[in-house]
């Protein structure tokens, strides 16, 4: 670190990866005890958290607040697993009276069409001689923003209004983002007057800073694995600014032993708060990624009721084990359905669910591996369906194994427009060709499917009907 300039860490995505999380914090304690405070800077871009993580769900991230606030930083962003999976109140609690402020400039409450107080559109603060000038931006899922009680707005006018707000009292001006790479390529071309945009969202690694237009484009990869350093002094002269930036690789080195224990206390109060039995079992529910199985079943029909639609469909990967008989648990319904998706309503033809049936019959996906759109699994999967019943011939050639199809009862008729209740993350264009084709009619926040699966699980006539197959081998082709 040369001496005299602003050392600027940044941190992004860390989404709960605790492990990886304490070896970063290892390195910014050591950059900590040879950069005095008047010249360190330290911010994280937003998704912090994931509620895959037992010890998030379970403390409602209070264990992330304490880890932002052990290390002492300076600010955070909003990112999309903050902002779209607790609510407005929720975050109210997390954040309220935070050691850190929370910096972003396109969110505000529809109720009151502000900010919360919480919340901060801008923050200044005096580092190594410079006067810095900070601002966040989140990515803009209006659809979903909406439903939860916020007011996204457009994240590159925001960004022009925060410059033109900061820039003549500021010497130094940085975008803490969480809009991905693309985003903040265009904002560095679009947006004259920011030095440094730190980002996030897409999991880009840029071990080599871009300079685009006047900026310098930093960004950190994921869960921690690197933390971005960027060194900031004024030019020859004193004109202008000097920015250098690279990005610290976090493997190898020893977890910091403050963030083991921060994390390991988090571990045992949620398991005691989430010990609470939600339901009775009384029968086992086979979980199977590659095959129809009663718990995906059951998700498929907890689907269909709470959208209202005609037929539910759920990938049979998002269920990463049965439950046993007996008392179930919060924290056993978290381990079987850890991802936080949430149901919608589509509208499907009937010719593109005959081809999302026949995708899922092929292995190719089945055994998709993926990662990201609210997917915490580790296959796609067969899909599980509730309102329609399936005939298939495994023999057949791809695309011809669905001999035929019922919903409710009624032959598939393949240029209608069916009604159907599945998972948002099919309207991202991932897992099955022909639910992308869907046109949504609504999504549901701030539900997470693993509620609609704990109410299932109480309801006796849905856990019966469960084990009743929805697909059916042809008896002409089993013969054979």
């Given amino acids: 670190m040369q001496s005299g300039k602003l050392v600027l860490l940044h941190t992004n995505d860390i989404h709960s990866h605790f492990e990886e999380a304490a070896r970063a914090a290892d390195y910014i304690k050591e950059v900590k005890r040879t950069v005095p405070a008047d010249r360190l800077l330290l911010v994280d871009c937003g998704d912090h958290l994931d509620r895959v993580r037992i010890e998030t769900e379970g403390t409602d991230a209070a264990v992330n607040r304490e880890l932002l606030a052990k ?197 045992r109060k949620a398991k005691e708060t989430m010990a609470e039995p939600v339901a009775e079992l009384t029968v086992p529910l086979a979980a199977e990624a590659a095959a129809e199985s009663p718990l995906g079943t059951l998700l498929a029909g907890a689907l269909r009721r709470k959208t209202g639609a005609e037929i539910g469909l759920t990938n049979a990967g998002q269920l990463l084990d049965g439950l046993a008989a007996g008392p179930v648990t919060r924290e056993a319904i978290h381990a079987v359905c850890p991802s936080p998706i949430n149901p919608c309503l589509i509208e499907l033809t009937g010719a593109q669910l005959k081809q999302a049936f026949e995708e899922s019959l092929l292995p190719e996906f089945i055994d998709l591996e993926f990662h990201g759109f609210g997917f915490r699994g580790k296959v796609l999967g067969r899909l599980c369906t509730d309102g329609a019943e399936v005939v298939f011939d495994p023999a057949a050639p791809p695309y011809g194994r669905v001999v035929g199809v019922l919903v ?50 109480g309801d006796e006539r849905a856990v019966f009907d469960c084990m009743r197959p929805r697909w059916r081998e042809d008896a002409a082709s089993a013969a054979l």
């Fill in 71 to 267: 290390l002492g930083y300076d600010a955070v962003t909003f990112g999309n697993n903050e902002g779209l999976t607790y609510t407005p109140e929720q975050l109210g609690r997390l954040y309220e009276n935070a050691p850190f402020p929370v910096v972003c400039a396109n969110l505000k409450l529809v109720s009151t069409r502000r900010a919360p107080a919480w919340m901060r559109r801008t923050l200044t603060l005096q580092k190594a001689g410079l006067t810095v000038g900070l601002f966040g931006l989140t990515v803009q899922f209006h659809e979903f923003y909406d439903l939860l009680g916020w007011e996204a707005s457009d994240p590159l006018e925001e960004a022009a209004a925060c410059v033109a707000e900061l820039r003549s009292a500021c010497d130094v001006v940085v975008a803490i983002s969480h809009l991905g790479l693309r985003q903040d390529e265009r904002m560095a071309a679009a947006v004259p007057g920011i030095d440094v945009i730190v980002g996030a969202h897409t999991h880009h690694l840029l071990e080599v800073p871009l300079r685009i237009g006047g900026a310098v484009v930093c960004a950190a990869g994921k869960f921690g694995r690197y933390v971005g350093t960027v060194e900031i002094g004024r030019g020859p002269g004193g004109r202008g600014l000097d920015i250098e930036g690279r990005t610290v690789s976090t493997e190898g080195r020893q977890p910091d032993a403050e963030t083991l224990d921060i994390v390991a206390a988090a571990l």
């Fill in 408 to 457: 409710n009862g009624e032959p598939l008729d393949e240029s209608r427009v069916y009604a159907v209740g599945t998972l948002d993350m099919f309207t991202f264009g991932i897992g099955y060709v022909g639910l992308k084709q869907g046109r949504v009619l609504r999504y549901f926040l701030p539900e997470f499917i693993r509620d609609l699966l704990a109410e299932a699980l």
